[in-house]
């Protein structure tokens, strides 16, 4: 290290629920340097952020700022000490003005204990000047401010109460060029005042452009360590894949002269994603794969009534489909299992019974709308079943359950409306590795049934084991269609990440 050492983490370890999320990491920051994470999604890079934030407790290992051990009780406390973290979806109070969220929880105030507008008008002036944003902007409200605009006034927020360490996660995600070229000459004035970053990017252009050091996160694991004269694209790429699969799925070749069950060309949203073209044929398995913000899960939102598309056409069975809602794809027997369980999925205060059935009741009722209980709890129940749902009644609240067994929830209803096409987003998303083995099963088998699946999966080797066509995307644009016979990890890396294909 050749600058002095202000961060110093050593041998932090996390996990959840059974799922090492953090194994034995340890690095050293220097003042005034920018050090880069970077790491395939789920290698762990938000959540050791979030520890050095002081979000989460490290369950082994130790935290060193400047040369002195620190615990963090909670976010304040690393705030307190000069560590700030603006996250990569912008967190702020959207009604309130630009002076107040800069302040927000340390406001300025008289000697009589009345806010101090005139100085926190002054000093929030400085602060997005700094940015490179105009003066006139802290009069406004934050909801009226672009995506970008919000972003820059967060890092405003951070470099104004002095934070010695920002952590910036994802920062140019939503930034256009020009706001980009602001962040980094802010960054390049901070170092120079002694400030340390630790940048995340999936842009490996912007890392060789302003690091000065890159660790390599792989799997909940430090796997590597470059200066930034040390490192090359190929380095990076190799040290964020080279694992080993630990998936044993063996699937059976489809009969590729099926005519396809869905078909979508030139889709376009606005902002989200353009020109994306695909189809998927009965039993056959479309892996989608790109990094944060690439915006698949806004594709198929479109194909599902969530999100329509200003341009492209879809067809369904040969026809044309435009789906004014969930419930027309519903009707056509399109389901699809959101990513976001807890949220989008479940209903946490219900019984599991409830759940399993809810969207279904009109099978298990009269004409004239009473529920037949019998039939209701018949069908939860053949679900529970089918599924393996371990549970100690169907009356229990779903909450009660593991996340594994959420998940199974959440599936076992969209299977009950007997789909064609299946739309699983990161069907596998922080449960364990038997639940995730029982689910990787279960997927193949519906595939070999005829059931057209569309897999949205941020672990490439469960999209190389699982998919038969795996379609790759980069910040909205469509960067790769492979055949799972050409693709390769390193290869569907590199188009996530926007690189030549052939290095």
Avoid: C
Avoid at 235 to 261: A, H, W
Avoid at 305 to 325: A, R, T
Wanted: charged fraction near 25%.
């Amino acid at each position: 290290m050749d600058k002095p050492v202000i961060l110093n983490l050593k041998n932090i370890s996390k996990s959840f629920g059974g799922v090492q999320a953090l194994e034995d990491i340890s690095i050293l920051v220097g003042k005034g340097e920018v050090h880069a994470i970077v790491g395939e999604n789920g290698a762990g890079k938000s959540t050791l952020m979030k520890i050095i934030a002081g979000a989460l407790h490290p369950d082994t290992g130790t935290i060193n700022f400047e040369s002195q051990q620190v615990h963090f009780d909670g976010p304040r406390d690393a705030a307190n000490l000069g560590i700030a973290m603006v996250y990569q979806e912008p967190i702020f109070f959207r009604e309130l003005s630009v002076v107040e969220n800069i302040y927000l929880g340390d406001e300025i105030k008289n000697k009589h204990g009345v806010l101090d507008w005139e100085a926190m008008t002054i000093g929030a002036a400085e602060a997005v000047q700094k940015m490179g944003l105009p003066v006139d902007i802290i009069r406004k409200t934050m909801s009226d401010l672009m995506l970008g605009s919000q972003q820059l006034i967060l890092i405003a927020r951070s470099i104004h109460k002095n934070a010695k360490v920002i952590i910036l996660d994802e920062p140019t995600a939503i930034l256009s060029q020009a706001e980009t070229e602001l962040l980094f000459k802010t960054i390049n004035d901070l170092k120079k005042q002694g400030v340390s970053i630790i940048y995340i990017s999936h842009r490996l252009e912007e890392i060789f452009h302003i690091a000065d050091r890159i660790s390599v996160l792989r799997d909940g694991k430090k796997v590597a360590e470059y200066k930034i004269d040390e490192a090359t694209e190929d380095k990076l790429v190799l040290s964020m894949t080279g694992r080993k699969f630990s998936f044993d799925i063996q699937k059976k070749p489809n009969n590729r002269r099926k005519d396809p069950v869905l078909k979508a060309k030139g889709l376009l949203r606005a902002g989200f994603y353009q020109n994306i073209s695909f189809e998927v044929k009965p039993g056959e398995i479309l892996g989608f794969y790109g990094l944060v913000g690439a915006g698949r899960s806004e594709v198929v939102k479109a194909i599902f009534g969530e999100m329509l598309p200003d341009d492209g056409e879809i067809i369904f069975k040969g026809k044309k489909f435009s789906p004014k809602n969930s419930r027309d794809a519903i009707d056509k027997k399109i389901i699809y299992v959101p990513e976001d369980r807890r949220h989008q999925g479940l209903f946490l205060i219900r019984a599991i019974k409830d759940n399993l059935t809810a969207g279904l009741l009109r099978s298990v009722s009269n004409k004239i709308g009473i529920i037949n209980n019998r039939e209701e709890k018949k069908l939860a129940q053949s679900q529970l079943e089918r599924l393996k749902i371990k549970a100690s009644a169907l009356s229990a609240h779903v909450s009660s359950l593991s996340g594994g067994n959420q998940q199974k929830v959440v599936l076992g209803r969209g299977l009950s409306h007997q789909p064609e096409l299946l739309i699983l987003d990161e069907p596998t998303h922080g449960i364990d590795v038997g639940t995730k083995s029982e689910i990787h099963k279960l997927v193949s088998s519906l595939a070999e049934n005829g059931i057209a699946i569309i897999l949205i999966s941020s672990e490439l080797p469960e999209v190389l084991a699982l998919a038969d066509k795996i379609l790759v995307m980069h910040e909205g644009n469509m960067t790769g269609y492979l055949d799972r016979r050409e693709a390769t990890e390193e290869l569907i890396l590199r188009l996530a990440l926007g690189l030549n294909k052939n290095g």
